[in-house]
């Protein structure tokens, strides 16, 4: 299912070093009320990286509110959600 994802702190890391290009919330497919949050590192032509939490291979939030609360403590500024 989720070949690579991104633990918090690994996160909390990029962030810090200012190498993280896109940020996107998107929904479970299936799902309008669940959501993930992905980064993407690099060029254009990279692919997102979702973040994982330390059980599951996907981290999974029930409302963007939880999402922009999360985003905030670990430093994001901003985010773009596709629905």
Request: charged share 25%; proline share 4%; no cysteine.
């Amino acid at each position: 299912m989720i070949g690579e994802a991104i633990h918090d702190d690994t996160l909390k890391a990029l962030i810090s070093q200012h190498v993280i290009r896109d940020v996107v919330v998107g929904r479970v497919a299936g799902d309008d009320q669940q959501w993930t949050l992905s980064v993407r590192l690099g060029g254009p032509t990279a692919r997102l990286i979702p973040v994982r939490s330390r059980r599951e291979p996907l981290r999974i939030w029930k409302s963007l509110k939880a999402v922009a609360k999360y985003a905030d403590a670990v430093g994001l500024r901003g985010f773009v959600v596709e629905l």
